[in-house]
């Protein structure tokens, strides 16, 4: 990685670099064959302040290659640990990823800017450093697709190719794609240090992290168990939020967990067609560990992990107190998640007040197209087709309707509560229930046409439609519906 003269609109202030040495390895990238731009995001680079027309360029596809650095950048490999899939993994850390540096945007927010497949670190084991083109571009869409859907998620900046093959199923395109994030602290972060009774090093970054994500948290009477409280925060509305819209993360693992609240790393993630609970996409998920109902379960057995970093912290003196404050954080977490749930699931039906049979109303739904091959996207917008007094795609859906026409007389009832009539209750539910998500057959077309041939017309296609969810196009039929049964059973695969 050789440093650049110029500083392409990047205002650097690391931060992460300054304060939390111990916490990292001062890191370079690797030279690249021929980086080229596959995708640049024009709209975020904006928001970043950055030189847009500097960075569309040879020289700006090096740097988001990770072979040039940006004056003022400052790589690093951050170190983490992780449960994985339920056993501990004490030393991981960035194997193929770089924190370039942090800057502040327009919006006065501290961000990220991060190269993933940069090529290899301390952190590597027995990796390549490597990302390939397919895996690069499905975090691209999926991610962008996620903020679209109002999902806080880290963003994708640019995707590049870097002229390498590399070793994935038989030889691949190389790319990195850089990724900006309110930060990369992860429960693993933490985990890290705090397996090896580092307390030092983990109050040092709590402190760091309350300073940057919570600082109302400064104040609390004790603030670690206010960092508690608020990671918990962030990260039950997230899952209630993954949970609303059908996203299965796939490796709910703790190194993947933020403490940001964003959504982050999307490898073998998915979002389901038919309503599924037990909806498990990935392949060395033998057990459903992840699968869609489990990630609020999943979320509670990660926020304890979590907790129990923090305990050392909480009461210095008394560690048995400790404990049990914390332990009172953790016991409040599914009634938390619950409230979230419904907070995100009222509206999609649109339900704006509160009345008592509402979570029962939900549920029941749940409970009719459980089994029903139900296509959980479309379902909502065809019931806001009903409301418009226009059921045909809702009765369509079922092989039998007696059901659903029951549940709907109810539904019509409660809309009665409403201020509003059925016509506007319906506009309002297309606000918030999307017809365009990352459907898997057409992201793994998309894919397979980017790493066969090097063709990414399908992809840019793709995420013209993904970043804008909720207005109907006609021309974008084939867009809007499940995957056709010859598309088989889903499997998503790791190892990226
Ligand atoms: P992930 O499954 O992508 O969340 O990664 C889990 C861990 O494996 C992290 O420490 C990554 O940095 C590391 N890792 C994943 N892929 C590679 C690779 N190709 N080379 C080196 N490290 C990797
Ligand atoms: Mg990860």
Redesign the pocket.
Known sequence: MENTQSSFGFRFDNTFSRELDGLYAHWKGDEVAHASMVKLNKQLAKELGLDIEALDSEQGAQIFAGAKAPQGAEPLAQAYAGHQFGGFAPS??????LLIGEIVDQNKQRRDIYLKGSG?TP???G????AAIGPVLREYLVSEAMHALGVPTTRALAAVTTGQKIMRNGFEPGAVLTRIAASHIRVGTFQYFAARQENGKVKRLADYAIKRHFPEVEESESKYLGLLRAVIDRQTALVAKWVSIGFVHG?MNT??TTISGETI?Y?PCAFMDAYDPAACYSSIDRYGRYAYANQPHVLVWNLSRFAETLIPLIDEEDQGKSFRLAGDEVTKIPAQYNFYWLAEMRPKLGLSNTQDDDRALIENLLKIIDGNSIDFTQLFRNLADAARGNADKLNAMFADTAQIESWLATWFTRLKHEKVDLQQVADKMDKVNPIYIPRNHLVEEALAAATNDLDFEQFHKLLEVLTNPFNQRGDWQKYDGPAPKAFGEYITY?G?
């Open positions: 991981l850390g960035d194997g193929r990823a290899r952190f590597s084991r990796g390549d450093g490597k490796v190194d993947n790393d490898g790791c990226t």
